[in-house]
């Protein structure tokens, strides 16, 4: 019963720019996120144990997260330098849930 119409060249012509800028901003944005990763991976964390405490000491709720964000590092690495701290007993739980665990300095 009558099919599409075909489109004018003026309509081609518009899609088809359309199309290479979508690829262009694709591109440029997979690039930029590539040397955010790249940004990330390269933090090194050499600092003591007591330097660590007090650039975490001014935060409300330390999380795994907040740490992560601090240090601009992944939560993973974020993680295991919140479980040596409770360890050493400079830091402890006081709240939170399923992996989700809120800390506190211990003595400040």
Same mark, same amino acid.
């Given at each position: 019963m009558g099919g599409v119409k075909k489109k004018p060249l003026s309509a081609i012509e518009k899609a088809q720019r359309r199309r290479e800028e979508e690829e262009k901003r694709k591109r440029k944005g997979a690039a930029?996120?590539?040397a955010k990763a790249k940004e990330q991976t390269q933090v090194d964390l050499s600092l003591s144990d007591d330097e660590i405490i007090k650039q975490i000491a001014p935060l409300k709720a330390v999380t795994i997260y907040s740490v992560a964000?601090?240090?601009n590092i992944?939560? +993973?690495v974020a993680n295991q330098i919140i479980r +040596?701290? #409770?360890e050493k007993g400079k830091l402890?739980? #006081?709240g939170g849930f399923s992996g989700h665990y809120v800390y506190k300095v211990v003595g400040a």
């Open positions: 930029a996120t590539t964000r601090m240090f992944k939560a +993973s +040596s701290l #409770v402890e739980k #006081v």
